[in-house]
């Protein structure tokens, strides 16, 4: 039986291809107020700012390139299904530089940038263009209703069950590129060792839950990720 293993990543492991993280100097929330581009309530009050909010990073993720970072971990997942095992890649990210880079049914717990969803309906479809305030839904009809598929501040993460189910059966759980502020992202980490399964840090910098991994690796992710797939594969 080959070994599973869980990585959650986050924006630090896209920060090399020039997409922005959210809580390092000039990070995407010391420069937007995320209570108006990242709630609900920011939606009601002013579609078209959050729409031009979301709009500059669908231009952005255009622009980007998947690194060496994505590109191994794509490399342990075919690897570990060949030898009988798996790689769950849980993603808190929305672009799709994890797809890009190879990797395949990867989990995005707080949605996708690249795909449109109607807010009264929830119907949602691949959509790399500018969101507009005259969309018309395909699925109910409304109108000036499109938002990204983007979980925001106060709305459920995707996909919760099939984490835990995942986590459960885990050998290793890996958090890459994440500051650990945000949950129920950043509580992986003590579930896994509640569950008994070790748990490893890779990122720039001590992230906020820091000392809740048995092992911890600093450094870029472009660096980093590559050597300790490496190792793993062995
Ligand atoms: N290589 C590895 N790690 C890096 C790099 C790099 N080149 N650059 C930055 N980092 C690390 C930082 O040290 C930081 O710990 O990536 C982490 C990024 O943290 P955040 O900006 O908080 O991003 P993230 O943890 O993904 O945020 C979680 O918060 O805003 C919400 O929904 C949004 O998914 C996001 C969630």
Partial sequence: MGMNVFVLTGAGVSAESGLGTFRDKDGVWTRYDLSEVATPE??????????????????????????????????????LAARGGRLFLCT???????????????????????????????AAWPDPTPLVPETVCPACASRGRARPHVVWFGEEPLFLDAIDDALAEADLFVAIGTSGAVYPAAGLVTQARAWGVRTCEIN???????????????????QVVPAWVEELLG
């Fill in 204 to 222: 720039l910098e001590p992230s906020d839950n820091a000392r809740a991994f048995d092992e911890r690796r600093y450094g870029p992710a472009t």
């Fill in 42 to 79: 920011g939606f009601a009050r002013d579609p078209a700012k959050v729409r031009a909010f979301y709009n500059a990073r669908r231009a952005n993720l255009a622009g980007a390139e998947p690194n060496a970072a994505h590109q191994a971990l794509a490399r342990l997942q075919a690897e």
């Fill in 92 to 122: 808190q990210n929305v672009d799709d530089l994890h797809e890009r880079g190879g990797a395949s049914q990867v989990v995005h717990m707080h949605g996708e940038l690249a795909v449109t969803r109607c807010h009264d309906c929830g």
